[in-house]
């Protein structure tokens, strides 16, 4: 296995984060480690350092975990992304594998797999966590061929907004945090209640657990 010089460790969860932080750092391979539990923080820090691997949550504020891996691919498709998830059904590896995600691991099995799913990804061969049937997935993918998840009618900014507004951000901090006007974060607010045809914030709350956006925590 090569040389992971930097590796980006991304969990929302601090616990998680220095539990998995603790094992990485005892493989001899395993160079600088940063760590961020925001998605838009995953995005920038990549831009800033080109990391080797990039350990992902999918569950993520600011920027959800499979938006991450499509906007890193898009910046550096060389760098090898593993997602964790707490999320075992096929429609999740599907839609990870869509986006170019590397590897897949439960995050229940995390802490037994671990080394074994970044040796795998780094040696260029896609990993997907033991508790998961390959066939199951392919079947699910093939199933749905053609097919579109609820989710993809929106564009990726369209997205990243739900997902804000879904996490309680109110239209100006959302503006803030992705440096544009109220008005443009207004203007995608009503093409998506539109494309989705909902028109009201709790109804978009629900819509962004169901499709994965965020985690219900009730």
């Known amino acids: 296995m090569k040389q992971i010089e930097k590796l980006i460790l991304a969990d929302d969860h601090t616990l998680v984060r220095e539990g998995i932080k603790t094992l990485v750092q005892a493989m001899p391979e395993v160079g600088q480690i940063f760590e961020t539990g925001d998605g838009l923080e995953v995005v ?22 499979l938006e991450v891996v499509e906007r890193v691919k ?13 999320h075992a059904g096929p429609e999740y590896v599907a839609r990870a594998w869509k986006a170019g995600a590397d590897g897949y691991l439960i995050k229940d099995s995390a802490f037994e797999e671990l080394a ?24 699910f993918i093939k199933e749905k061929d053609g097919l579109h998840h609820e989710i993809d009618i929106l564009t990726p900014r369209q997205r990243q907004i739900l997902q804000l507004i879904a996490e309680g951000v109110s239209t100006k901090d959302i503006a803030d945090k992705l440096c544009v006007s109220v008005k443009t974060v207004e203007s ?23 499709v994965g956006l965020i985690q219900n925590d009730s």
């Open 74 to 86: 898009q910046q550096n498709s060389d760098v090898k992304i593993l997602m964790l998830s707490m």
């Open 116 to 139: 074994t799913a970044i040796k795998t990804v780094m040696n260029n061969v896609r990993y997907l966590s033991q508790g998961i049937d390959e066939e199951v997935v392919q079947r």
């Open 44 to 65: 920038t820090l990549t831009r800033q350092i080109s990391p080797t691997l990039i350990v992902l949550d999918i569950t993520l504020p600011s920027l959800n975990g």
């Open 188 to 210: 995608h607010r009503a093409q998506l209640m539109d494309r989705l045809g909902i028109h009201d914030v709790p109804g978009l709350v629900r819509f962004a657990i169901r």
